[in-house]
């Protein structure tokens, strides 16, 4: 496709900044739990440990710590799906498809539960000019996904592509820019196939000026990456790709730039 990027990407190229953050643990209370859908839970974490709690980007991470069946403590990665250092509260949604060991005591917590996490240890900050993302995910990447529509500016224009195991998974997501969400239905036992959205990609009409994020499975990630690079020939300065899971590997991401 005629895409003006390359013509000199230099010029193009947004800018992501790198922003360190202080590492330290915070200890939480679980003040209330939400079933968004059949596959999400939501939880609000509260505690004066948030007061100076900084999440710059809508695909940060923390690690969420609980205790394991021996000294050790099983720890995972969770986007900070909204947050309110003021209101000292902090919600995590957690996709139960594979119910791990802190997903399973997400499932079990009750009102008044505590927790640690940790971090964030750095946001990546996509320079704010931007006004046309594509976003593609799955169930593990709504959270960001979701963050990054609602904080998106009124100026934005997002499409967003996201494979879910069926309607029931829908989510509304509130947010001032203008939206296309698609939804790619497979069946969880599909998770690693990224025939779903693919299928939507292709149809999607890149334009201009246009940062996509991809999120998935590694395997599908890859995929997805190296159809927008290879066949579509979309620069790879205007996409950021991770695995957020590895199929078969616990506690296992894949950066991919």
């Known amino acids: 496709m005629d895409n003006p990027h390359t013509s000199n990407p230099a010029v193009f190229a947004p800018k992501i900044e790198r922003v360190r953050h202080e590492l330290k643990r915070r200890t939480l209370t679980v003040a209330a739990i939400e079933r968004i859908t ?33 000294e050790e403590m099983e720890r995972r990665d969770y986007t900070p799906r909204r947050y309110d250092t003021d209101a000292r509260t902090l919600l995590i949604d957690f996709a139960i ?40 995910g799955d169930e593990t990447a ?29 989510q509304i997501l509130q947010t001032s820019a203008q939206l296309d969400i698609r939804w790619a239905h497979r069946p969880l036992s599909k998770a690693t196939d990224p025939a779903a ?21 590694a395997s599908v990630t890859r995929a997805l990456r190296t159809y927008l690079v290879e ?14 899971w590895v199929k078969g590997k616990a506690d296992t991401t894949e950066k991919f730039d």
Do not use: C
């Open 38 to 70: 059949p596959g999400m839970l939501r939880l609000q974490l509260s505690g004066d440990d948030l007061a100076d709690f900084v999440s710059l980007a809508p695909d940060d991470h923390i690690k969420i710590l609980v205790p394991g069946a021996g």
């Open 231 to 244: 066949e579509r020939g979309y620069p790879l300065s205007w996409i950021k790709a991770s695995g957020y």
């Open 97 to 136: 498809h594979e119910a791990g060991p802190v997903t399973k005591w997400a499932l079990d917590a009750r009102i008044g539960d505590r927790l640690e996490i940790g971090g964030p240890r750095g946001s990546a900050v996509v320079s704010g000019d931007i006004e046309n993302w594509l976003l593609i």
């Open 142 to 170: 709504l959270p960001a996904i979701g963050r990054r529509v609602e904080e998106a500016a009124a100026n934005a224009r997002i499409t967003a592509i996201v494979a879910v195991a069926d309607a029931g998974e829908h």
């Open 197 to 217: 959205l693919m299928d939507i990609l292709r149809s999607v009409d890149l334009q201009a000026g246009t940062f996509v994020w991809i999120a998935a499975e």
